[in-house]
Every structure is written in structure tokens, then in C-alpha cells.
């Protein structure tokens, strides 16, 4: 018998002589361990072996989990929770942001005017500027020439006028592109919108700049067609840096797993060729988009991947659109904007399309996920889905179908949510980010009765998920937490207090009910022994501290699949 082995036996007889376990990976010790697992609520400690957890009890009892070669971390009374889940973002949207220039904190228009000069005194002529993350609404003031509310090209076409400048608004549900832009994408007074979009003019029919929804695809084929002699290295090398760095941004903030609300099929070959390479450090949940009905019916089965053991790409959902959002007046509503008389939002993609998107799902084993914002955008989904179920005569519940974003609803379809077994996923910091000018849009009778409901559908039994829409706002869940909890908005006003939701629920919704949506709570989503050791520890106690406390909190580990992910610069 070889030494080694011998050594081994006599180690494991010893170990089950003296009751011992077998030592574990890596140990969290003397914590307050939250483990959204109803028979077994807290802990003080855990024990990782592998990528499972293997135990979970007092730190005495874990404390025997540790070997020669265990890790351990000392808690020291932090926080310990299931590494969050964003159940709604857009993955390599989030890496393409850190790489344009980023609008959200600019203060006003010419602030914006100022960052395109700046890049445009370095740039080629004809390179592209890009940027995304403005919007109107958060601006200390607005120029004196604007048209719905929006400022017109003509400074940005000033700053920048050899180069063309495409400026992404928050939403991702309108731009404003400069003259230069207009000009190769070939649009003038003339141009038609297209279906699902508008090209916004002023009094004299010129274009303004702003292109409303569909209407952005124009200049997004022109950009890029501008990339197509890019060679197939550099390509794959852009698209390895786009993950890195949505990747780098998510376990900072504690995401463990992501849901990507739409990635088309050449994207996905690209993140399962990672996955199989080993090269994904965070968890992906994808939901199939920018394919027909036709390209998914003949190729859907071979992008199903439902994930086993320590796995990070999972997909098993399709990704539809009915409508816009409220900031760019493009959510579908049945009563016209308090602030636009003349529009009741748009719809994006055909009705009839989308039944047949839920027809093939249910053919081929796949989930739904339908955006839908606006009443009418909410109530025509709810329509699609319950009339899909009744003709496949199947168990909706069993389905997990999902509405992404429900932000306005009528009341009539509140309780319908519950009947059909459709989750809500919302984002609570959509919420507090919209609140202070949702009543300009929707006046105070329609917000009040059906805009962000998450207390009345938690309430009526619906499981409710919550994710940040990444790059529209923050990845940080934490900063979703306080959302949810205190219903708090950026500009200090408070949005129908009585909606929010109590600190356990939602952690839940960061968690388990997003485990759920996604169809495995049998793997994450909660701490338990047998499931992923994807664990998040905090700085404090969010479920006890002051409310005003939890936005200074941060993320001091992130631990994917026992490995330790992300380390705050002061715990390494």
C-alpha cells in the first residue's frame, strides 16, 4: 500500500474514532449568519467543503470543521447572508457602460455638452463618442430651447461637430445623437418612425435629436456597421473584457448570481465557451432575445442549459418586450401622460408576436419573461400569458412566468398576478429613482393606485423578485434594500410609504424568491446544507441597524461556490 494512502486511512479512522468531521474548505466563524431557510432562521457559523456549505450551527460546533488546511474568516459579529441575486440587469450592458463615457451624475444638460467636447478634442474624425446614463428628470435645471422636456442636438452637435455622438438616456429607452449622427444614419425631417419608436421633431418638423425606443436602432445599425472591419480576435477580446468588467462590478457589490434579461444567441455560444473554459467567476442566469420566432423554434432546444452542481451558466428563458418605460413617455398606457396630452406610450413588439414567443415556450420547456411597464403594456402580457395557458391546458404556476419591471398597473389586473402564478419582477430602485417625477407622468390618482406595488402583490401571495435593471441604476443591492424597506427617493421625498416591504422580505427578494424565479431554490437563494456556498458578508447588521445607516454599509467578502470571489481592501 502506497504511504499516502496509508496516511489517509489512519487520518480517517482517527477523525470517526474522536467524531470529527472531515475538514472543511473554509469556515465563517462567530457571526450572525441570516439564512432565509425557515426551519433553521439563523447561525453562527458555517462550514464549506468543496462548493457546498456542510454545515451550519454554532461557532463551537463549526469550529471542528477546521483542518491544517481549512480557511477561516472571523466574522467578528458581521453580517452573513445568501449571496444576492439581481433578478433583473443586463449583463454585458453593464461591462459596455464602464467603457463610454457614464452621464448618471451629471448635474445639468451643459454638464453632458462638457464631457462630449472633452472627447471629442482627442477623437479621430468620424470616431464614434458614446456615453449612457442621462436623464431630465435628475438635472438641477434645463436649457432654455428643449422639446418634451428634452434638450435639442444643437450643443452637443457644436461640441462635437466632426464626430458622431450617440448619449444613451438611463432608461436604455431613448438617446440623443448630435447632427453628425442624424446625418450618417440618414435621418431628416422625412424619415418615417419606425414601428415601436419616434424620431421627436420640432414645431418645424426637424429632428430634435431624441429618438424614443425603436426608434434608436437606426443610428445602432449605422454604429454598427462603423465596426465591421473589426477582425474576429478583436471582437472576442472586446467581448472578454465587457464580462471582466460587469463581473468585477457584480462581486463588489455581492452579487453571486445575475439574471440577464436578454442576450442574443451568439452571445451566449461566447459566455458558454467561458463557462466551459472555466473563465466565468460569476453565476448567469440568461434569458434568450433578438431571435424570431422562427430562429427559436428551429434552434431552441440546443441553448437549454439548466444548471447541475457547481455550474454558472444557466438558460431556460425568452426574453419579450410590449412596451417602453415612463421616463421617455414610451410605457403603454391606457389614459394619455399627464405631461404629453397627445401619447399613450408605445408598443414595441407586436402582440401577436409575442403569443407566439409563448406558444414555442412551452413547446420547447422555456420560461417567459415579458417587460411590461405601462397599465395597458401590463394588462395586454397578463392577457397573452393566460390565454397561452389555457390552450397548452397546462399548470401556470409550474411555469414560473415572469413580467418584468409590473411598475404601473391597473387595478383590475393586481389580483390576476396571484390567479395566473405570474411572479413580479421589479426593482425597488426604480422606485425611489422615478418617484420624485412619476406623478408628472402619471398624475396622483394612477400612482397611487397602481405604481410599484410590491406591499399590495406581497400581500396577495405573489412572489415578488427585485433586481436593479443594471445599467439603468446601480448594481448595488444594498442600495435596492433601502429602496425596498424605505421607499426613500434620491431628491428626499418619500413614495407611498405604505408599499414598502419589511427587511426580511426583502432580503427574501434578493434571495430565495430569485433562486425561485430562476427555477433553482434547490441550489442557491438560501443557507442550507447541500446547497452552493454562495454567501455574502457585510459590514453591519441591515436587519437591525437604524434605516438611515444601510446605505453606508458595504461588502467585505463575496464567496461563489466556496471560493472568496471579492475581499474588501481591508479584509485581504
Known amino acids: 500500500m502506497m504511504p499516502g494512502v496509508t496516511a489517509a486511512l489512519v ?84 461591462g459596455q457602460a464602464k467603457m463610454v463615457l ?21 477623437a479621430e474624425p468620424g470616431e464614434w463618442i458614446l456615453g449612457r446614463g442621462w436623464h431630465q428628470e435628475k ?14 442636438h444643437h450643443d452637443l452637435s457644436r461640441a462635437a461637430p466632426r464626430n458622431p455622438v450617440d448619449l444613451g438616456h438611463a432608461s436604455g429607452h431613448a438617446a440623443m445623437v448630435n447632427a453628425a449622427a442624424l ?85 451566449i455560444d461566447r459566455l458558454r465557451a467561458l463557462d466551459d473554459a472555466g473563465e466565468l467567476r460569476l453565476r448567469l442566469y440568461v434569458m ?22 457547481n455550474d454558472h451558466l444557466a438558460v431556460r428563458c425568452i426574453k419579450r418586450q410590449i ?39 412551452i413547446r420547447h420547456g422555456f420560461q417567459v419573461a415579458t417587460h411590461a411597464i405601462g397599465d395597458r403594456g401590463n394588462r395586454e402580457v397578463l392577457d397573452l400569458y393566460e390565454a397561452a395557458f389555457t390552450r397548452a391546458g397546462v399548470d401556470s404556476r409550474s ?6 419591471h409590473a411598475q404601473h398597473l391597473h387595478p383590475e389586473d393586481v389580483p390576476r398576478f396571484a390567479e395566473l402564478g405570474v411572479i413580479a419582477s421589479m426593482q425597488a430602485n ?46 448595488d443591492p444594498l442600495a435596492n434594500f433601502y429602496a425596498a424597506v424605505t421607499r426613500h427617493c434620491w431628491d428626499g421625498s418619500v413614495f407611498y410609504p405604505e408599499e414598502a416591504l419589511t427587511r426580511t422580505e426583502a432580503l427574501r427578494s434578493y434571495t430565495l424568491n430569485n433562486a425561485f424565479a430562476a427555477f433553482e431554490e434547490h441550489l442557491k437563494g438560501s443557507l442550507e446544507p447541500g446547497k452552493l456556498a454562495d454567501i455574502v458578508v457585510l459590514s453591519d447588521d441591515i436587519l437591525t441597524i437604524p434605516a438611515e445607516q444601510i446605505p453606508d454599509v458595504t461588502v467585505d467578502y463575496t464567496i461563489v461556490g466556496g471560493t472568496i470571489a471579492y475581499a474588501r481592501e481591508t479584509n485581504r
Open 11 to 94: 487520518f480517517f479512522t482517527l477523525t470517526v474514532a474522536c467524531g470529527r468531521p472531515e475538514p472543511a474548505d473554509l469556515v465563517l466563524l462567530d457571526g450572525r449568519v441570516v439564512t432565509v431557510d425557515e426551519s433553521r432562521p439563523e447561525a453562527e457559523a458555517v462550514a464549506v467543503r468543496g462548493h457546498e456549505i456542510v454545515a451550519l450551527g454554532g461557532t463551537s460546533r463549526i469550529r471542528r470543521y477546521i483542518g491544517d488546511r481549512t480557511r477561516t474568516i472571523d466574522l467578528a459579529g458581521r453580517l452573513a447572508v445568501p449571496g444576492f441575486i439581481d433578478g433583473h440587469g443586463h449583463f454585458t450592458s453593464l
Open 102 to 122: 457614464d452621464l448618471n451624475d451629471a448635474e445639468r444638460w451643459e454638464d453632458i455638452v462638457a464631457m462630449v467636447a472633452e472627447a471629442a478634442r482627442t
Open 139 to 152: 438635472w438641477a435645471s434645463l436649457p432654455e430651447r428643449t422639446v418634451d422636456g428634452v434638450p435639442t
Open 183 to 267: 446625418r450618417v444614419a440618414g435621418i431628416d425631417r422625412n424619415t418615417p418612425d419606425p414601428p415601436g419608436g419616434e424620431i421627436v421633431r420640432d414645431v418645424r418638423g426637424e429632428p430634435t435629436g431624441l429618438l424614443r425606443e425603436t426608434a434608436q436602432r437606426i443610428v445602432d445599425r449605422v454604429y454598427a456597421h462603423s465596426r465591421e472591419s473589426l477582425t474576429r480576435d478583436e471582437l472576442e477580446a472586446e467581448f472578454r473584457q465587457i464580462v471582466e468588467l460587469a463581473t468585477d462590478e457584480a462581486l463588489a457589490k455581492g452579487v453571486t448570481t445575475f439574471h440577464d434579461a436578454g442576450s442574443s444567441m451568439a452571445d
Open 288 to 309: 434568450v432575445r433578438y431571435a424570431t420566432n422562427e430562429e427559436m423554434e428551429a434552434r431552441l432546444d440546443n441553448y437549454l442549459i439548466i444548471p447541475q452542481g
Open 323 to 361: 412596451d417602453g418605460a415612463l421616463g421617455a413617455h414610451g410605457a403603454w398606457l391606457f389614459e394619455p401622460y399627464e405631461d404629453l396630452s397627445t401619447g399613450t406610450g408605445l408598443n414595441l413588439e407586436p402582440v401577436e408576436d409575442i403569443a407566439g414567443t409563448c406558444e414555442l415556450a
Open 399 to 404: 411555469l414560473r412566468w415572469r413580467i418584468e
Open 430 to 475: 426604480h422606485c425611489t429613482s422615478d418617484g420624485p417625477w412619476v406623478l408628472k407622468r402619471l398624475g396622483e390618482r394612477r400612482a397611487e393606485e397602481g405604481a410599484y406595488l410590491w406591499r399590495t402583490l406581497w400581500d396577495l401571495g405573489v412572489v415578488i423578485t427585485n433586481g436593479t435593471d443594471v445599467p439603468v441604476e446601480d448594481i
